[in-house]
């Protein structure tokens, strides 16, 4: 069995316990503002770390969408430039076409007005050459007829 103890160290182990309850109360209500200062430092941290992440973010995200909306009115500008372009050829195309079948046009004038040319000289030539063929043959049918019998 323990030995007993005297009643005095008893009443010093009370006091002792209630001066250390009391420090650690004490202790206690420090270590509770220390960590409630701790835990108000680390929100206010975070606070701020969210706060620079968002702004930094929304900076990012502008950034993103001025650089790609500047990169879509590029693209817009080039293919406005392209079909203008396009549509110059265009009409400089069909520019050439028109005069390719006014001048087709021409010469088929042309042709039909030489080829009527060439059909009446044609024409005429046979009329002569009908009438010289008449002449030779009544000439021919003269000679046949003054022949002297023999």
């Given at each position: 069995?323990?030995?007993a103890r005297s009643k005095k160290v008893v009443d010093?182990?009370?006091q002792l316990s209630q001066v250390s309850n009391e420090d650690d109360d004490a202790a206690s209500g420090t270590l509770i503002k220390l960590l409630q200062k701790?835990?108000?430092d680390q929100a206010r941290s975070r606070k701020k770390k969210e706060v620079e992440f968002l702004r930094k973010s929304k900076l990012t995200f502008e950034n993103t969408v001025t650089?790609?909306?500047r990169?879509?009115?590029d693209?817009?500008?080039e293919i406005q430039d392209l079909y203008c372009k396009f549509q110059e050829e265009r009409a400089a195309t069909?520019?050439?076409i028109r005069n390719a079948w006014e001048l087709v046009e021409r010469i088929a004038q042309f042709d039909r007005a030489?080829?009527?040319e060439a059909d009446e000289r044609m024409e005429k030539q046979l009329s002569a050459l009908k009438q010289c063929i008449i002449e030779e043959r009544h000439c021919i049918d003269m000679l046949h007829a003054t022949r002297i019998p023999t």
């Open positions: 069995m323990a030995p010093e182990d009370i701790y835990k108000d650089e790609h909306a990169g879509i009115a693209s817009m500008n069909n520019d050439r030489a080829g009527e």
